[in-house]
């Protein structure tokens, strides 16, 4: 299977792997081949301002009204802080069953502590309200949010399931914006939460590759990426004694090759007029956290045989705003996230011998 999925990687990939990897090739390589250049490793630079994301509880009259109210307010923080904003709303793991003991709908999601669930015209709802508002209220149309509507990997993950959240859950909300004519100012993304105790890598890679084959048909408003805001959970260094050319191990059977495709690869393949490539918001909870993806951009850049000498870069840091994780009753809150990822960045080497400033890349700090 591992080989597999080298063998399908390396098959797309060589066909179409966006223009920023292009570019960052190109620069990585020029600047390699400078005598005696080498990037000196920087200070962190300043967090940006932290944009809102949330976990939407239901699609009532009360809720639409509220998330209206949070797409204006983030507009009035853009205009304000002169920055354009990142934003998420997870709605939680696909579901096509019905659960005969609570009264589930047969296709939407639901929530991992089962608190609610949407039916897809629901997710439209809940995303057109913050999206129209935010259009309001952003006066002179200076600024723009990225809007990702994102799910999970935790319950049905497959090729099909990554079809259909394109289709029912991030089409729908793109016409919407598109029809108003706010699309310069609300750029929709699909997302999901890809953590590696959800699910196994093959039914992650399956799903992303369901939502890029769908969005890459013309007919359908090609296109629009994901944001991965998951996590890559128990990957160790680039040095520890499982490491191979898939990378060191990471939870449930996955490595940092299967974090890189789905958190990176994945997104980049998706092009077009309306989607700029799209970099993942790790969820940087913990300090081991950070490590752990930033090991992964070092492996991309020195081990990952398909496309050498590319890091993975990021869009910012995803923080849960100190609330406790298993294991953790305390994690950052957003300057620790920013600080702690940025370090395990630079400390990661990826400023030396010509290689592109990652940290420098990030644009976006995020909260939920």
């Known amino acids: 299977m591992v080989e597999g999925q080298i063998k399908r990687a390396r098959r797309l990939g060589r066909q179409r792997f966006t223009n920023q990897i292009t570019i960052a090739m190109v620069v990585a390589v020029a600047m390699a081949a400078l005598p005696g250049i080498a990037l000196a490793a920087p200070g962190i630079p300043p967090k940006p301002p932290t944009d809102q994301s949330y976990y939407p509880g239901s699609a009532s009259s009360a809720t639409l009204a509220f998330y209206g109210i949070r797409g204006c307010d983030?507009?009035?923080?853009?205009?304000?802080?002169?920055?354009?904003?990142?934003?998420?709303?997870?709605?939680?793991?696909?579901?096509?069953?019905?659960?005969?003991?609570?009264?589930?709908?047969?296709?939407?999601?639901?929530?991992?502590?089962?608190?609610?669930?949407?039916?897809?015209?629901?997710?439209?709802?809940?995303?057109?309200?913050?999206?129209?508002?935010?259009?309001?209220?952003?006066?002179?149309?200076?600024?723009?949010?990225?809007?990702?509507?994102?799910?999970?990997?935790?319950?049905?993950?497959?090729?099909?399931?990554?079809?259909?959240?394109?289709?029912?859950?991030?089409?729908?909300?793109?016409?919407?914006?598109?029809?108003?004519?706010?699309?310069?100012?609300?750029?929709?993304?699909?997302?999901?939460?890809?953590?590696?105790?959800?699910?196994?890598?093959?039914?992650?890679?399956?799903?992303?590759?369901?939502y890029d084959e769908y969005t890459n048909h013309v007919a359908h408003r090609c296109c629009t990426s994901y944001l991965d805001f998951g996590d890559a959970g128990g990957c160790m260094p680039t040095h520890d004694a499982g490491f191979h050319d898939l990378g060191s191990s990471c939870n449930r059977g996955w490595y940092q090759h299967d974090v890189w495709l789905v958190g990176y690869y994945f997104p980049s393949l998706i092009h077009g007029a309306h989607a700029p490539s799209i970099n993942p918001a790790p969820q940087i909870y913990t300090e081991g956290a950070a490590q752990a993806w930033a090991q992964t951009s070092l492996w991309a850049y020195y081990h990952n045989k398909d496309y050498p000498h590319v890091p993975m870069y990021f869009q910012?840091?995803?923080?849960?705003?100190?609330?406790?994780?298993?294991?953790?009753?305390?994690?950052?809150?957003?300057?620790?996230?920013?600080?702690?990822?940025?370090?395990?960045?630079?400390?990661?080497?990826?400023?030396?011998?010509?290689?592109?400033?990652?940290?420098?890349?990030?644009?976006?700090?995020l909260t939920i």
């Open 74 to 210: 983030q507009a009035a923080f853009d205009i304000a802080h002169h920055h354009n904003s990142e934003v998420i709303l997870g709605f939680g793991g696909q579901t096509p069953f019905k659960n005969q003991n609570v009264n589930y709908p047969k296709v939407g999601t639901e929530a991992q502590n089962d608190s609610h669930n949407f039916i897809y015209s629901d997710i439209v709802k809940v995303a057109v309200a913050y999206a129209d508002n935010y259009a309001r209220c952003d006066v002179g149309g200076l600024y723009n949010v990225r809007l990702a509507v994102g799910t999970s990997n935790d319950l049905t993950i497959n090729t099909a399931a990554g079809n259909t959240w394109y289709v029912n859950a991030v089409l729908p909300v793109i016409n919407h914006v598109l029809g108003t004519g706010d699309g310069n100012l609300v750029h929709v993304y699909g997302g999901s939460d890809l953590e590696t105790e959800y699910s196994s890598p093959a039914s992650a890679e399956d799903w992303a590759e369901g």
């Open 316 to 365: 910012g840091p995803l923080d849960q705003n100190g609330a406790p994780v298993p294991g953790q009753p305390v994690t950052f809150y957003s300057a620790g996230a920013w600080h702690a990822f940025a370090e395990a960045l630079i400390s990661a080497g990826l400023y030396s011998g010509g290689q592109a400033p990652v940290v420098n890349v990030m644009a976006y700090s």
